[in-house]
């Protein structure tokens, strides 16, 4: 008699799965197998936040979550207040087919209002299966003003002398900021694994929006190193607006030459001009001044 009751338990349960909305695997019955079942999700949206007075990007995933593919599907965004669509971008998307338990991805490029205030909005999506009656679903976008950040980066300007094993060199880094911020109390500290640096750690200071410093540093290259080309680390600590600590990090690459290569390239980087400026230099100094002072000397051995 139990057995018999508990089966019937059982089977009562299973009817009941079988109608509802989540099925024992956690999988939602949309509609059955009969039809097809379209369900929108907004993926994200780039920048985050949005931005007024810019554009963003938008992705919402479709997916038909029933077994029978929806025909001849429209979809249509609707922007609403400070969201808009330039004349370029068409907010209707048509799909002939999207299989059942298949996914397609939407993507519009949205305009944000100047004047949108920071805060939650609203945007809307609808679609239509064939003739069907439109069904809408709504997402929010977050809008805010980007904050400023500064960002800084380091370029290789030159090393000079030639860099070789046992040899020293002054490392010449172009500091800049590329981004709209501003960097305070900035720090930059050069780290090699080739070299070590007399003065490793250099004060910048304040640095606005496109600006840029030079920085030297001495680099004893070891003796051990082999030839080729090397990654000098380049740090940043500096604070924002905000007060708020950061710690960044970049990197220039140094060539070291052997000794022979570096001396080489000293001298073929000598304008061609050079050595002929000297033998000028030298006849010059000789014509006017070793030739008379001769000249005068001999004048006066003579009168003695």
């Known amino acids: 008699m139990k057995r018999i009751l508990f089966i019937g338990v059982m089977i009562l349960l299973l009817s009941n799965l079988a109608f509802a909305d989540v099925n024992p695997f956690g999988v939602p019955n949309y ?75 939407l993507q519009y490029k949205v305009r944000v209002d100047k004047d949108a205030v920071e805060g939650w909005n609203k945007i809307k999506l609808r679609y239509k299966i064939n003739n069907g009656k439109w069904v809408e679903s709504e997402e929010e ?8 950040k500064a960002e800084l980066k380091a370029f290789y300007v030159s090393s000079e002398p030639k860099a070789f094993p046992g040899g020293e060199t002054t490392l010449s880094v172009d500091v800049a900021n590329i981004a709209s911020g501003t960097a305070y109390y900035v720090v930059v500290e050069a780290e090699s694994e080739i070299a070590e640096i007399e003065v490793n750690k250099v004060f910048v200071g304040t640095m606005d929006p496109d600006d840029f410093d030079t920085i030297d540093f001495e680099l004893k290259i070891k003796n051990s190193t082999q030839p080729g080309r090397y990654p000098v680390k380049i740090k940043f600590y500096y604070r924002d607006e905000d007060d708020k600590k950061f710690e960044t990090e970049d990197a220039v690459y140094l060539k070291v030459y052997t000794k022979e290569e570096a001396l080489a390239e000293e001298q073929s980087e000598m ?26 000397l001999a004048s006066f051995l003579k009168k003695k």
């Open 31 to 105: 509609g059955g197998p009969e039809k097809p079942y379209l369900k929108t999700i907004l993926l994200k949206y780039d920048p985050y936040p949005a931005e007024p007075g810019k554009y963003m990007t938008l992705w919402i995933e479709v997916y038909n979550a029933g077994t029978k593919t929806a025909e001849n599907v429209t979809f249509e965004l609707i922007p609403e207040y400070p969201f808009s669509l330039d004349a370029s971008e068409n907010a209707t998307k048509w799909y002939s087919q999207i299989p059942g338990l298949y996914t397609i991805v």
């Open 141 to 148: 976008i977050y809008v805010s003003e980007a904050p400023k």
């Open 271 to 296: 304008p061609w001009w050079q050595p002929l400026a000297y033998i000028v230099v030298a006849l010059v100094v000789i014509k006017y001044f070793v030739v008379p002072g001769l000249v005068k």
